[in-house]
């Protein structure tokens, strides 16, 4: 999932020149926005954020609801709601309905993207965050790096407590890897969108729509239909 962040990161950046994970972004282009008197644009890139926002909630309703209720996660439901959202984008993009690839931002001509591209990263961050009970968050890495920073010093300096020593070994390889596989994907997403523009969209979205058959039981599936 950090690889999937990491290139449709990548791939906000080069359409339109936004990190579209960062809520922080988005909220300092608001300010900006206002201070240079262009209020409308400012509500309007403000309003971007909460398709994240909205993400995050379907994304407990499916998940981390179930699991208060001591039901089985609908991780499938989610996946494939997000590969939806980048698929679309994918298609949208190559139809000519957001202009040339890597152009300015318009907000009249590009929130629909936006709003896909931030709604398809709550849903995936929620629904990670619920998997691993808040350890990784893999939209960003601020939160992630800070809490590597914790983690090593842990390490390093470990209390009396063995078993709680190794889970926070664990948890330290954990992050480091999910950084590393965002930088990864961040990579190979660049390489995909600089060469194919909105098509390199289909790359973390088929990322998702596997994940979708390893929830289901794709093994099963196939075993069934006798492929």
């Known amino acids: 999932?950090?690889?999937?962040?990491?290139?449709?990161?990548?791939?906000?950046?080069?359409?339109?020149?936004?990190?579209?994970?960062?809520?922080?972004?988005?909220?300092?282009?608001?300010?900006?926005?206002?201070?240079?008197?262009?209020?409308?644009e400012a509500f309007a890139i403000l309003s971007v954020p909460v398709f994240f926002l909205m993400g995050a909630?379907?994304?407990?309703?499916?998940?981390?609801?179930?699991?208060?209720?001591?039901?089985?996660?609908?991780?499938?439901?989610?996946?494939?709601?997000?590969?939806?959202?980048?698929f679309a984008v994918a298609m949208l993009g190559t139809t000519n309905n957001f202009g040339v690839f890597g152009e300015?931002?318009?907000?009249?001509?590009?929130?629909?993207m936006l709003?896909?591209?931030?709604?398809?990263?709550?849903?995936?961050n929620a629904a990670i965050t619920s998997a691993s009970g808040g350890v990784v968050r893999t939209t960003h890495l601020t939160g992630l790096t800070t809490d590597l920073g914790i983690g090593i010093s842990r390490v390093?300096?470990?209390?009396?407590?063995?078993?709680?020593?190794?889970?926070?070994?664990?948890?330290?390889?954990l992050k480091a890897a999910s950084i590393f596989s965002f930088v990864v994907g961040s990579v190979i997403g660049a390489y995909l969108f600089l060469h194919y523009k909105y098509l390199g969209f289909l790359f973390p979205s088929g990322i998702a729509l596997y994940t979708v058959f390893q929830v289901v039981g794709f093994k099963n599936l196939r075993k069934k239909l006798r492929i």
Not at 12 to 38: K, M, W
Not at 105 to 111: F, M, P, Q, S, V
Not at 115 to 124: F, T
């Open 104 to 112: 300015a931002l318009l907000l009249h001509r590009d929130y629909e």
């Open 57 to 86: 909630m379907l994304s407990s309703f499916f998940i981390d609801r179930r699991y208060q209720q001591k039901k089985t996660p609908r991780y499938g439901v989610v996946f494939g709601i997000v590969s939806f959202c980048l």
């Open 115 to 124: 709003a896909l591209l931030c709604l398809a990263s709550g849903l995936q």
């Open 156 to 173: 390093l300096f470990p209390g009396d407590d063995e078993r709680l020593n190794v889970r926070e070994r664990k948890a330290l390889f």
């Open 1 to 40: 999932m950090s690889v999937l962040s990491g290139s449709v990161n990548a791939g906000g950046f080069l359409a339109v020149s936004r990190f579209v994970t960062h809520v922080t972004g988005f909220a300092t282009l608001f300010g900006v926005d206002i201070v240079n008197g262009r209020i409308g």
